[in-house]
């Protein structure tokens, strides 16, 4: 039911983008609104710009301001109502009501994710926005994968060969284009 490909891809897979460092804003009247994330491995850009246009958007790839790479999308009306959820005022906020699944969980792996040395699985956070992480945690334990919150960086870290192995079936099998060590894997043994 949680599974990544238990359903047809929809718009609100993309809350999974929010997750990590990506942002969502509202322009003008607040009629329209777009999604954008640095990714911290611009490999990754092809999969997130198939896996947002598997939902409908298109997200043009431009580099920032630091020699960096950042996806975007247009401004669109389709993306106010996912704004108005992920935001209070200007600041993001996770939705109250949120219940996280397979899917977005998915397209945070993809555009924030990767595999550790010890073969746990670590999911970024928004550094700026660390008002969503204790959140965020309780939606991954919500989803029964308990994370770790790493200290030296804003991450969570899926750890333990149950966990990882229900992390795994819930994104489903790597995209096409994907780093094998940027996407969840079971190594048949523990993951301490």
């Avoid at 640095?38 to 020699?67: W, Y």
């Avoid at 996912?82 to 996770?94: F, I, N, P, Q, R």
Wanted: aromatic residues 6%; contains cysteine.
């Amino acid at each position: 039911m949680f599974a990544a490909d238990a359903r047809p891809a929809r718009l609100s897979d993309l809350a999974g983008l929010l997750c990590g460092p990506g942002q969502i804003v509202r322009f003008g009247a607040g009629d329209q609104a777009r999604v954008s994330i640095v990714l911290h491995d611009p490999s990754r850009a092809p999969a997130v710009i198939a896996a947002a246009a598997a939902v409908g958007v298109r997200m043009d790839q431009v580099p920032t301001e630091n020699g960096g790479t950042a996806l975007r999308s247009a401004f669109r009306c389709d993306l106010v109502g996912m704004a108005k959820a992920w935001t209070h005022g200007a600041v993001k906020s996770v939705p109250g009501e949120w219940q996280l699944d397979g899917a977005a969980l998915a397209l945070w792996a993809l555009s924030a994710g990767w595999t550790d040395e010890r073969g746990g699985y670590v999911f970024m956070l928004d550094p700026h926005a660390p008002q969503t992480h204790l959140p965020l945690i309780a939606a991954t334990t919500r989803l029964g994968i308990p994370p770790a919150r790493l200290s030296r960086i804003p991450a969570l870290r899926i750890s333990g060969t149950r966990r990882v192995q229900r992390l795994v079936e819930l994104v489903g099998p790597i995209p096409p284009r994907v780093a094998s060590d940027a996407w969840p894997r079971y190594w048949g043994r523990s993951a301490s």
